[in-house]
């Protein structure tokens, strides 16, 4: 009985301690990085609600949290994290910390550096990413989850240490609109997605408008990506589109952009050649289509004076020995690094051209 | 009414169509690759009941099928796999597909080449892996779970095609023993594991004798290490195995290998410098104090005129960008590729030197 008493205080005063040692704040207090347009839900891509007849599972992605981060800084020794996901079946792709987890960037000397993930473990999940830091005062990056909503979060640090909301540390807009691989499966975490690895590599901000399956370039997903100011598009939009699909919906797509925005580059990527279509002999037809249909259409459209129009070729895109795919289809963390060697100096030096360095 | 019956008909005639489509073998009819030593049960890495006193853990282990790929041959132009796994949870630092799912790979112009998955979708699987290949005669590795036992697993092939064991496409054997990363976390699929790489890549057999989170080096374990028969060892079981264990057990564990085996080279590898190690500071240090501990046992040991010892030191391993792991302790694909480029032209020239090309 004694022993049991004894037991319940050294419990509480256990819980007691922990509690006293780390103290949590709401993430809504802190900047919002990698949102392609202020929102009135502080977690999702888009306001929804501005954009009548969208497809269903494009309304529904918008909510996932790909390519947003919270800036903050603090001179905390710790950073903890307790968030709150949806039900969502996990996906078959992706690491639980990329589909439902966080990850932690830290600048250090000037660069983003890595610091320490936050592992899903439930629904609503408390973990301490990284500890036994000095205590001066650093900025950081908290990438949220690719492939999941987040129905709450906050942000722990040591209890006496400081804490301020960030800046936006990437310069300009620009745009990724794409499928699974823009949203980013399959990096290994959150900050591992081609979008979040360009912006740190150049400074610029590249915002993640990845539908994983859905990126079918409709004439009501076209407007909405159109009606989003940016200093740049690039359209990664291929592999969720059939040949027929490319055909009919890129000019409008690119109209679109163009009417609204006159001078802005428009980059149009071809898919990622899919690992799998060097066997299975349909799949590789099927892409092979995919690219020459949107090679003629971006052909089209230059020839009609589209002006500031770009292609990338994929090629070379996910190297030759065929190990960049996590299925043969999604780039895992090799095929992503190959991906952005590949496409960043492209798009470095179109953008320069524009004035956006 | 009749309408119903139609859909029945129909539905009965479809699954008819698609099981005569489709015939399964039992896996345990071809050649299993990647084992240590034969053993009564074809899916496990090694007879736990032929060793005593094992930690539990190790024991468990040893039924994960890290490392294993069964090798056959077909002109099928698909294949399919139905295959049941563990009830354990999902691993939060691995896709499904690597923690239960199958990875085939295919040799093209003498080259072996990525070709699909098997999702895991269930405690019972059944997936197509691949289809639409043209129908000559190829072979086949199919890589098993990382981090499960199979329980049962039958290979599918189109009803009329030719199928037959193949040949171990692998020669010698080299034993790695080592921790979580060894096994396999964090590769994207089974395949990408980096015992897996160095196979494809040099055609020589890197036995995967991966612990998660139990490569300690106990005495038990050293003598099931040196039980087995192989043409050299590496040593990758710094990680899971604190500086005092270091210096406690190296020496037994190296001295327990020579003695059975004279003349096959031992190679030692330091720890992966964590990347959370660098703003963790008491992670940091504790990396640097075991990789200091290998590397004073190793010298006492060829002090002590151990033959054929050899030493490989981590700091350029994952390289320089910190973006090589998945959480800051588990190499992701792009930091098993920078590791394997790093470590393999160490271990090609090492072996090389004792006649194992």
Redesign the interface.
Known sequence: MLKRLLYTVALITLLHNTSAQVKFYPAKQFTMVGKAQETDSFYHRLDTNKYKGLPKRVTQLLANTAGLAISFKTNSTSISAKWCVSRSR?N??????ANKGLDLY?K?DGKW?????G???ALCSDEVI?????NTEKEFLLYLPLYDVIRQLEIGVDSKAKIETGINPFRHKILIYGSSIVQGA?A??PG?AYPAKLSRLSGINFINLGFSGSAKMEPEVADMVASVDADAYILDCVPNANAQEIKQRTAYLVNAIRKKHPKAPIIVMQSVIR??G??????GEAVRNQNLAIQNEVLKLLQANVKDLYFITSEKMLGFD??G????THP??????RMVNYIYPIIKETLSKHGIN
Chains 1, 2 share one sequence.
């Open positions: 996990p078959q792709y992706l690491t639980p910390i830290v250090i550096q890595f610091a320490g993930v592992k899903n473990t990284i500890n036994n830091m000095d399959s290994s975490r591992m690992e799998r060097y066997v299975d002999k349909k799949m065929h190990e795919s996590i299925d043969g895992n963390d090799l095929g992503f690094e």
